[in-house]
């Protein structure tokens, strides 16, 4: 048999969805007391021979939170005026325990190369959200890596009730 080549064919790039370590929210949140939540991290990895990978590119939910509860801080509105952008008091599946560190719970991922999107599956929030990844991860960090859609649940960010919710813990 002929030898094997000297190098393997490239690999395309894969994507992880991570859970960062909990953060406090105090200066976001309007619970009394300190809450800590998860922080739900998109990379794009670059595979290289024969191990490892580069981080290409990344994403960072925490890079896109609204929340009405503090004026004088970064990123005060009306979460229903700003629905490409996720509301850090939304009360999610899980109470107070785990769970709610979790808020988020993104079980899955799906790459649209012909559109150059990120789709991802949120269990806490009982959505799925669609994220423009034909930026860098420098532009992904402000507007233009704010969620370019939103589907499941309308209350998630003030524009609906239980009424309007279409996916539950998905």
Known sequence: PPPPPPHPPPHPPF?????RPP????????????????QTYILEIEPTYP????IVWSWDAWDHLVQNT??????????????????INYAAEGGTAYNAQDWLHSNSIDYN??????????RGVNELWIINHNTTTSEAMGES??????????????????????????
């Open 145 to 170: 890596g704010d969620l370019m859609y939103r589907w499941g649940n309308p209350a998630a960010y003030g524009r609906g009730d239980v009424l309007d919710q279409k996916l539950f813990a998905q």
């Open 113 to 122: 190369s012909a559109l150059d999107q990120i789709m991802i599956s949120l």
């Open 15 to 19: 994507y992880l969805m991570i859970l």
């Open 23 to 38: 953060i406090s929210t105090h200066l976001y949140s309007s619970a009394s007391s300190d809450v800590y939540k998860r």
């Open 51 to 54: 191990e490892g990978g580069n």
């Open 70 to 87: 503090h004026d004088s801080i970064p990123n005060y509105g009306l979460p229903s005026d700003f629905p490409r952008k996720i509301d």
